[in-house]
């Protein structure tokens, strides 16, 4: 490891430390109030003062253990029900949240479109001014009573460096006042179930799925409809968010060719620092847990495992390829005949019909997405910015797809 990535993890060593530790406190402080003032034992949430934060890897998911925060108060969980406050990451004890505040003259629904913030996980880590908790159980027992969503509910998957972002960006471009379709890029609810995929029931994973998405949509407007871009990792979960809620559609995109989408993914990591990451994760992903350190190995768990990486191009494929063999074996709860994302970018007018009919919006729109595209030419370029393979990793990833697809676990 180079000498910028060790200062970096001792950093997030001290960091870590500094937070369990005002974490304890904080715990101890909270369990003398509830012992001295009987008067908020019915209090459902507890909330924090956010001190500090810190990621050792800003491409990593969002934790709890981002931020050193204290006690300060009990609540009702109908606080934590005002607009602002998100779900930032779910573990197997606590549902955790935080609350932001709309930039400048905008509302929530700009505040956090895609159009404004490319990955909401990104968004609340930077801008969160409380954290708040809540016990699973209590929170799955409460959201049980929250309404049904108010309009049309979409998932957007896509696999990893496929440009599914610039996708979200066009689409949202159809509506600027976001009254009739809102965007939202990477919400962490969606990556936290992901997580949970290995560690939860069938059951539990259902009833939780659709707990979450009912609190997460419970501000959306009349007649509008909710566009939920998602990591790639959130494709395996599809056919439990089915089961619960098969009125949710999916829809997958990516490109013609996975060995662009791998070398894009190569080049969005190449950094000094991320390169280091994934060569940290090569050497000892395979044999310790080190989840507290990145959770890209616990993204594609089952792909990691059995492509078992060795090289950054391995890395690459498994990451991809992830999401590409689980699409496939879940198939019949996605929306058939998506466009590629080459044709979306260069026929806009022709292919982006079937995503304006599935979110319910008006061809008429269409003039303002080729306006966004002539607009945004050079992000648009940064799409099919790749390098080519050479020979004997294309013959690499190749021998790994034709084994994954023999996997009996794909099939």
Request: charged share 25%.
């Amino acid at each position: 490891m180079n000498e910028k990535l060790l200062l970096r993890f001792f950093t997030y060593l001290i960091f870590r430390f500094l937070h369990l530790l005002l974490l304890l406190e904080s715990d101890i402080y909270a369990l003398l109030l509830r012992l001295f003032d009987k008067k908020n034992e019915n209090d459902e949430v507890e909330i924090f003062n956010i001190f500090a934060r810190y990621r050792f890897d800003s491409t990593d998911v969002t934790k709890e253990s981002d931020f050193l925060c204290f006690h300060e108060k009990t609540t009702l969980f109908e606080e934590i029900c005002e607009e602002g406050w998100h779900i930032y990451s779910i573990t197997d004890r606590y549902v955790y949240f935080v609350k932001i505040q709309p930039i400048s003259e905008d509302n929530f629904d700009k505040t956090i479109s895609i159009e404004k913030c490319s990955k909401l996980s990104n968004f609340l880590y930077q801008n969160a001014e409380k954290l708040a908790r809540c016990q699973l159980e209590t929170f799955q027992r409460i959201t049980k009573t929250l309404s049904p969503s108010r309009g049309k509910i979409v998932i957007f998957h896509s696999a990893t460096g496929s440009g599914a972002t610039t996708v979200g960006k066009l689409l949202q471009s159809c509506d600027g006042s976001k009254m009739s379709l809102l965007v939202v890029g990477e919400p962490p609810f969606l990556t936290s179930l992901s997580l949970l995929y290995n560690k939860f029931s069938i059951e539990d994973l259902r009833n939780l799925s659709k707990s979450v998405i009912r609190y997460s949509t419970m501000h959306q407007k009349s007649q509008q409809t909710l566009v939920f871009k998602s990591r790639s990792s959130s494709t395996k979960i599809v056919p439990f968010i089915h089961s619960s809620l098969p009125s949710v559609q999916h829809f997958f995109i990516t490109r013609k060719n996975s060995n662009d989408t791998i070398s894009r993914l190569l080049l969005k990591t190449s950094t000094e620092f991320n390169s280091s990451v994934f060569q940290f994760l090569l050497k000892f992903g395979q044999f310790l847990d080190i989840s507290w350190i990145s959770s890209w190995k616990d993204l594609e768990a089952e792909t990691f495992l059995r492509v078992g990486p060795k090289t950054d191009v391995e890395f690459s494929m498994s990451q991809v390829f992830g999401s590409i063999l689980n699409y496939r074996r879940n198939r019949q709860y996605f929306v058939p005949d998506m466009p590629y994302v080459e044709d979306l970018i260069s026929d806009t007018a022709i292919h982006i019909r079937p995503l304006l009919d599935l979110c319910e919006i008006s061809d008429l729109a269409i003039p303002e997405c080729i306006e966004w595209k002539r607009n945004q030419e050079e992000q648009i370029q940064q799409v099919w910015d790749t390098v080519d393979l050479n020979p004997d990793d294309v013959a690499r990833v190749g021998q790994l797809v034709d084994m994954l697809e023999q996997d009996v676990f794909f099939s």
